[in-house]
């Protein structure tokens, strides 16, 4: 009879120094640094796009156009408001020395992660934790 498939994580769990070298804190800092200044450009692009597609006048199917293109504007500039917050307080929590370390357990994130997305406050496992909870109504 053959043996039933080993269950793997979905991600390995990161076995690499649980402390950040300063290469890769710099190398972190600068996508973080990157990545806000291009949110930045595409925020400030999106509320222009924005203002111009609400002066345009037409008839019943521009209009509804227009709010089609005005509704999914607004949900893309939401979602890179939301990121710039992150990517800010990624980069306040450099400066206080306390970045990489998850923000539920307080053990460190991981390198892989981070590389990944470095303004992650959870460590892969706590966030699982999160979204399962949420998934399941919180336990209630």
Same mark, same amino acid.
């Given at each position: ?6 269950? =793997?994580?979905?991600?390995?769990? /990161? $076995? ?18 990157? =990545?806000?200044? !291009?949110? $930045?450009?595409?925020? /400030? ?8 597609? !609400?002066?345009?006048?037409? /008839? ?8 089609? #293109? ?10 890179? $408001?939301?990121?710039? #917050? ?5 980069? #306040? ?29 959870? !460590? $892969? ?16």
């Amino acid at each position: 009879m053959p043996k039933p498939p080993v269950r =793997r994580p979905a991600v390995e769990p /990161d $076995v690499e120094l649980p402390e950040l070298t300063p290469e890769q804190l710099a190398e972190l800092r600068q996508a973080l640094e990157e =990545r806000r200044a !291009s949110l $930045v450009a595409m925020i /400030d692009e999106r509320q222009h796009a924005e203002r111009d597609i !609400s002066r345009e006048v037409g /008839d019943e199917m521009d209009e509804a156009n227009a709010e089609g #293109a005005t509704s999914l504007t607004s949900k893309l500039l939401e979602r890179d $408001v939301r990121v710039l #917050a992150e990517i800010d307080r990624a980069l #306040a929590k450099m400066r206080e020395g306390t970045y990489g370390m998850c923000e539920g357990t307080g053990e460190p994130i991981g390198y892989r992660r981070l590389k990944l997305r470095p303004w992650a406050r959870y !460590s $892969v496992a706590y966030q699982e934790q999160i979204e399962r909870e949420e998934r399941t109504g919180g336990g209630s």
